[in-house]
C-alpha cells in the first residue's frame, strides 16, 4: 500500500534562509508525487508535481522538489525563504492507475524575521 | 471565479442533527473527492465520485452519505452528528482517473462544529 512521511511535524527558518522540506514515500508501482501548499483557513494548492518526465522538478512560488528513487525520497526546496512562505505543507502520493492520493501529516512551516 | 466551491464555510450544530455540505466544481472535471482534516491537519480521504459513480468508499461511518446528482456537484450528508464529526470537510476534484496523475483541486473548506 502506499504511504507519504514527512520528517518533521514543524520546520522554522529566518527569512532568506533555505528552506528544505522532506518526504520519503512508499508505493508498489512508480507513484504520482505531489506537494500542496495550505495558508491559514483556506484549501490546498498545488505546488509541483513529479509524473516521470523529469526528476527535478519546478513548481510555483520558487520552488522545487527532486524525486530520487534509490532513497524514495521527494524533498521540497526553496533557496531563500519569504515570509509569505509560512504555511502548511503536504506531500502527497497517487498510484498510476489509481483513484487514490494519500497525503502526508503535514510540515508547517514558520519563517522569521 | 471560484473553481471548486463549497457551501457552507461555517457549520455549528448540535449533535444529532443532520447536516449537509454542498460542492460544485466549473473546472469540467470528471471526478471528484471528500476529504476530512482533523484538528492535527491530518487528511483522509472519504469518498470519490467519477462521472456519478461512487469509486471510492473508505471506512467510513454510514452515517455519511455522498449524493453526486451530476459531475460538477457532490453532497455530503452527515446524519446523526457526533462530537467526533467536527474537522474541516474538503471537497476536491481532479480531470482525470488516475492514468494521467492530475492533481487535485480543492474547495476552501467547511468547517464543522458539533456541540
Known amino acids: 500500500a502506499q504511504s507519504v512521511t514527512q520528517l518533521g511535524s514543524h520546520v522554522s527558518v529566518s527569512e532568506g534562509a533555505l528552506v528544505l522540506l522532506r518526504c520519503n514515500y512508499s508505493?508498489?508501482?512508480?507513484?504520482?508525487l505531489f506537494w500542496y501548499v495550505q495558508y491559514p483557513n483556506q484549501g490546498l494548492q498545488l505546488l509541483l508535481k513529479?509524473?516521470?518526465?523529469?526528476?527535478l522538478v519546478k513548481g510555483i512560488n520558487g520552488f522545487e522538489a527532486e524525486f530520487k528513487k534509490s532513497e524514495t525520497s521527494f524533498h521540497l526546496t526553496k533557496p531563500s525563504a519569504h515570509m509569505s512562505d509560512a504555511a502548511e505543507y503536504f506531500c502527497?502520493?497517487?498510484?498510476?492507475?489509481?483513484?487514490?492520493?494519500?497525503f502526508g501529516a503535514g510540515t508547517r512551516l514558520f519563517v522569521k524575521a | 471565479d471560484t473553481a471548486v466551491s463549497q457551501t457552507p464555510k461555517y457549520l455549528v450544530t448540535q449533535m444529532g442533527n443532520d447536516k449537509s455540505i454542498k460542492c460544485e466544481q466549473n473546472?469540467?472535471?470528471?471526478?471528484m473527492y471528500w476529504y476530512k482534516q482533523d484538528s492535527k491537519k491530518f487528511l483522509k480521504i472519504m469518498f470519490s465520485?467519477?462521472?456519478?459513480?461512487?469509486?471510492i468508499n473508505e471506512t467510513v461511518p454510514n452515517r455519511f452519505s455522498p449524493k453526486s446528482p451530476d459531475k460538477a456537484h457532490l453532497n455530503l450528508h452527515i446524519n446523526s452528528l457526533e462530537l467526533g464529526d467536527s474537522a474541516v470537510y474538503f471537497c476536491?476534484?481532479?480531470?482525470?482517473?488516475?492514468?494521467?496523475?492530475?492533481?487535485?483541486?480543492f474547495g476552501n473548506g467547511t468547517r464543522l462544529t458539533v456541540t
Open positions: 476536491a476534484s481532479s480531470q482525470d482517473t488516475g492514468a494521467q496523475g492530475s492533481p487535485l483541486h
Open positions: 508505493s508498489s508501482v512508480p507513484p504520482y
Open positions: 513529479y509524473t516521470s518526465a523529469a526528476t
Open positions: 502527497a502520493v497517487r498510484d498510476t492507475g489509481g483513484f487514490k492520493t494519500i
Open positions: 473546472l469540467g472535471h470528471d471526478t
Open positions: 465520485y467519477n462521472n456519478k459513480e461512487l469509486i
